[in-house]
C-alpha cells in the first residue's frame, strides 16, 4: 500500500501539470509503486478531468460526446451507452427530437440490438409519426429482453405492436408462447384464437404459424377435439407424418369406432409405407360397416385389403374371388379413399391416393 508521503507527491506533480494526463516525472515515480496498473490510473485521469469539464458546463454536449467516445475507445461500452442516453433525455425533455434520436444512433452504433436503446428510438419515431419504424424496433427491444430473460418487458413491447396494430404473426405468437409461460392464460388464449381464425378463415396461410398456434391452444385445452383434429390435419399438410400419427392413436383412443379417424390414420400408415397397419385399419372399418350393415362400404374397405394384400383370408371370404364384383366396386373405390379431413382448411383438397 503506498505511503501518505508518497501520494502527496504524486499529486503535488499532477497539480503541476494540469493540461497533459500526467508529467514524466510523475510517470518515474508512479512506476515504482508495486501493483499499480500505470495505463488504468491514466484512464481514471482523463475521465475524471472530463467529469469535471461537464460539472463545470452541464450544458456543453461536447465534453458528454468526449467522455462517451473515451468510454469507447476503452472498451467501456455500457458506460458509453449511458452517457449518450443521459444526453438524448435531456434534448428529449426539451423537445428536441432530431437532436435526441442522433444522439440515440451515436449509441446504436456501439450496440445495435440494445434493448433500451430500442426502446428509446422507437419512443422518438412515435413522436415524429414513423410508426413502421417504431414497431421494428419495439421488436427488436423484445428480442433482446426475451434474450435477458425478462420476459414481462418483452410482452409490453409486443403488447405495444399490437396496440398499433403492426403486429406480425411471429410477434402474435412470440407473444402468446410468453404469456403461457407466465401463467396468463387466458390473455394468451384470445390472441391464439384470433390466429387460429385468420388461419381457418385464409387471411393467413403459413403452416408453420399455424401448427405453433395450434400446439400452444392445444397445451392449454388437451380435451379439445376440434383443436386436436385441426392440429393432426396441419401436420399431414406439412407431411409430417409421424408427428400426426402419435395425435391420431390419441383420437383414436377415445373413440375407436370413429370411421374418419380411422380413415386418417390409414392414410397416414400409408405416407410412412406401413401397408401392414394401414391394411389392419381397413379391415377395422370394414367391420364397422358390416356392424351398421351397410355392406356396400363394407365390401368397398375389404376391396381396398385386397388391394394392397391381395391374398387376405378375411376379404377374400367375404368377397370371394368374383371378378365382376371387384370391377363394380373399383369406381366408387376412390371416393372413400381415406384422404377425408377432419375439418374444412383453407387449402385445396389433395387427391392424393
Excluded at 468526449?66 to 472498451?75: D, G, R, S, T, W
Excluded at 442516453?85 to 440494445?114: C, G, T, V
Excluded at 397397419?277 to 385389403?305: E, G, H, P
Amino acid at each position: 500500500m503506498m505511503g501518505s508521503g508518497l501520494i502527496d507527491k504524486v499529486l503535488g506533480f499532477l497539480k503541476k501539470d494540469p493540461d497533459s494526463a500526467i508529467s514524466k516525472e510523475a510517470q518515474q515515480v508512479l512506476e515504482k509503486i508495486p501493483s499499480l496498473d500505470l495505463n488504468e490510473l491514466l484512464r481514471d485521469i482523463k475521465s475524471a478531468k472530463l467529469l469535471a469539464e461537464i460539472n463545470k458546463d452541464p450544458n456543453n454536449a461536447d465534453n458528454f460526446i468526449q467522455l462517451a467516445e473515451y468510454y469507447k475507445n476503452h472498451k467501456k461500452i455500457d458506460n458509453a451507452i449511458n452517457i449518450y442516453l443521459s444526453i438524448a433525455q435531456r434534448e428529449l425533455e426539451h423537445q428536441n427530437f432530431l437532436q435526441s434520436s442522433n444522439y440515440i444512433q451515436m449509441a446504436m452504433k456501439l450496440e445495435p440490438d440494445n434493448g433500451p436503446l430500442n426502446m428509446f428510438s422507437a419512443d422518438i419515431d412515435i413522436r415524429t409519426g414513423k410508426f413502421a419504424e417504431a414497431a421494428d424496433k419495439y421488436r427488436a427491444a423484445a428480442n433482446y429482453f426475451i434474450k435477458k430473460d425478462d420476459r414481462l418487458t418483452a410482452i409490453y413491447l409486443l403488447r405495444r405492436i399490437m396496440d398499433m396494430n403492426r403486429a406480425s404473426m411471429r410477434d402474435l405468437l412470440n407473444l402468446a408462447s410468453i404469456m403461457i409461460h407466465e401463467e396468463m392464460f387466458d390473455e394468451a388464449e384470445k390472441i391464439l384464437n384470433s390466429v387460429r381464425e385468420k388461419h381457418r378463415n385464409g387471411t393467413v396461410a403459413n403452416l408453420f404459424d399455424r401448427e405453433s398456434c395450434l400446439l400452444m391452444l392445444y397445451s392449454m385445452r388437451k380435451d379439445d377435439q376440434d383443436i386436436l383434429a385441426e392440429l393432426i390435419e396441419t401436420r399431414i399438410e406439412l407431411h409430417h407424418y409421424e408427428n400426426a400419427l402419435v395425435l391420431l392413436k390419441k383420437l383414436v383412443a377415445k373413440d375407436p369406432n370413429n370411421i374418419n379417424f380411422l380413415k386418417r390414420q390409414a392414410f397416414v400408415y400409408k405416407q410412412l409405407n406401413d401397408i401392414d397397419n394401414a391394411v389392419k385399419i381397413f379391415k377395422n372399418i370394414a367391420n364397422i360397416y358390416a356392424k351398421q350393415n351397410n355392406l356396400i362400404y363394407r365390401n368397398i374397405f375389404y376391396y381396398k385389403v385386397l388391394k394392397y394384400s391381395p391374398n387376405d383370408i378375411e376379404a377374400l371370404s367375404v368377397l370371394g374371388k368374383d371378378a365382376e364384383l371387384r370391377r363394380n366396386l373399383d369406381d366408387k373405390i376412390e371416393n372413400t379413399d381415406s384422404r377425408i379431413r377432419f375439418v374444412d382448411l383453407p387449402k385445396d383438397e389433395d387427391k392424393t391416393n
